[in-house]
C-alpha cells in the first residue's frame, strides 16, 4: 500500500540498493477507501463475477485451508489448456498477471542489461526493469498507434520485449499477422501482454504454436470480473515454462484464488455475455464522447482514451472527481496526456456522461 510521506515518515533508507532508492515505484489507480464513487479509473468489470466461480471459492474457504494449495494449478491449467486448445505443460500461474511479468522479467533480464517497451504503454515495465537495476529501450508509437518495425529487431543489450495488446492506455490493437510478419527477426521473447485480450477481435495464442520466443500473458481481472482475487497466466513452449517455473514462489497461487479462476474460465457461456455487454456500452460510449467533441481513440478495451481540444484534460478529470466520480488521468513524456475512462455499467456510464456535459457547459 502506497502512503503519502510525512515529516515523521522519511522516503530514503541508505540500506537499500542504490537503485532501489532512485526508483520511484509503479503507482497504481486510486482506490478510495471512504465515501461512495463511481469508479471507472482502474478498469475493473462492473458486473459481478458468475455464481459457480463464488461457489467455488466458498467451497475452498470451508475445506482444507490448513494445507498449502496446488504450487502447479494444475487443475486451472487443466481448464485453461482446453479453452486454449493448448497442453497444460504450456501455462503457468501467478498471482494476478503483474506476478507473471515480474516472474518473467526476472528470468530474462539481469542487471545493466534492458527490456523494451512501446511509449505511452504500461508503466510497470519500466519498473520492472528497474527492480533488476536494468535499463528501459523505448520505442514511440506512431501517430497512427502502429509501431515501428525497429519495435521487433532491439540491439543485443536487450533481452526482453514487452508488447500491451490491447495496448494501455490507448485501448488500440496490433494485428496477429503484424506480430507474425516479425517473428524471424526476433532475437529474444516478446512478451504479448493480453491483459484485455478477451475484449479485442483476436488474439496472439495461436502464435506461441509457431516460436518459442512469443509468450502470452493473461489476467482474470477484467474480463472475469476477479480483480479482488489476483490471478493471472502465461502461455508459451513448454521448454520456456520450465525456466519461468525455477523463478516463481513456490506457492504463488492461494487455494481460493486457484478454486475462484478454474471455476470462471470453466463458464465461458458468462464470459460471452458479459463482454458482449461491455462491447455494446464502449460502443455507445465512444460515439458520446465524440458526439461531445472529443477525440476519441477507437477502443478494443474495456476502456476509451481521449482528450477534449478546449479542455484540459487534467482539468476534466479533477472536476469529475470532484463530483465523485473517477477516471484515470495520464500523462506521458513525449506524447502527451489524456483520461481513460472504463467502460462501466450504463447507469454508471450515464450518470459520468450527465457530469461529463456540465462541465463542458453542453
Given at each position: ?100 511479468l515480474t516472474i518473467l ?155 475462484g479462476a478454474t471455476a ?83 447507469s454508471q456510464i450515464d ?12
Amino acid at each position: 500500500m502506497q502512503t503519502e510521506p510525512t515529516e515523521e515518515m522519511p522516503t530514503d533508507y541508505p540500506l537499500a540498493q542504490p537503485h532501489v532508492r532512485q526508483m520511484q515505484g509503479y503507482v497504481p489507480g486510486e482506490q478510495p477507501q471512504a465515501g461512495k464513487f463511481i469508479k471507472l479509473n482502474t478498469n475493473e468489470n462492473p458486473f459481478p463475477p458468475a455464481e459457480n466461480v463464488v461457489r467455488a471459492i466458498k467451497d475452498a474457504a470451508e475445506s482444507h485451508l490448513n494445507l498449502y494449495p496446488d504450487p502447479t494449478c494444475l487443475a486451472f491449467r487443466r481448464v485453461a489448456a482446453e479453452v486454449l486448445k493448448v497442453e497444460p505443460d504450456w501455462i503457468i500461474c501467478g498471482n494476478g498477471s503483474d506476478d507473471i511479468l515480474t516472474i518473467l522479467t526476472r528470468t530474462f533480464v539481469g542487471a545493466g542489461q534492458a527490456l523494451r517497451m512501446a511509449n505511452p504503454s504500461y508503466t510497470l515495465y519500466r519498473t520492472l526493469a528497474q527492480i533488476q537495476n536494468a535499463e528501459t529501450d523505448v520505442v514511440d508509437y506512431e501517430g497512427d498507434w502502429s509501431l515501428p518495425a525497429q519495435f521487433y529487431a532491439p540491439p543485443s543489450k536487450v533481452k526482453l520485449i514487452y508488447l500491451a495488446n490491447p495496448n494501455s492506455p490507448s485501448g488500440t490493437l496490433i494485428a496477429k499477422r503484424e506480430i507474425e510478419r516479425h517473428l524471424g527477426e526476433l532475437t529474444c521473447p516478446l512478451v504479448v501482454d493480453e491483459a484485455y485480450g478477451d475484449f479485442a477481435v483476436e488474439n496472439c495464442v495461436e502464435l506461441v504454436n509457431k516460436s518459442d520466443k512469443v509468450i502470452v500473458t493473461r489476467s482474470l481481472s477484467k474480463s472475469y470480473s476477479l480483480a479482488g482475487l489476483r490471478f493471472g497466466f502465461a502461455v508459451a513452449q513448454p521448454h520456456v515454462i520450465a525456466q519461468l517455473l525455477k523463478i516463481k514462489d513456490s506457492y504463488n497461487c492461494d487455494r481460493l484464488s486457484i478454486a475462484g479462476a478454474t471455476a470462471a474460465l470453466s463458464n465461458q457461456a458468462w464470459l460471452s455475455e458479459t463482454l458482449q455487454k461491455i462491447k455494446q456500452t464502449r460502443m455507445r460510449l465512444e460515439q458520446t464522447l465524440s458526439d461531445l467533441g472529443f477525440n476519441v481513440t477507437p477502443s478494443q478495451a474495456n476502456f476509451v482514451w481521449c482528450q477534449h481540444p478546449r479542455k484540459a484534460s487534467r482539468t476534466i478529470y479533477q472536476e469529475l472527481k470532484e463530483q465523485r466520480i473517477l477516471v484515470r488521468y495520464m500523462s506521458y513524456d513525449g506524447w502527451g496526456d489524456g483520461i481513460r475512462i472504463t467502460v462501466g455499467s450504463d447507469s454508471q456510464i450515464d450518470a459520468m456522461l450527465a457530469i461529463l456535459k456540465s462541465i463542458l457547459g453542453i
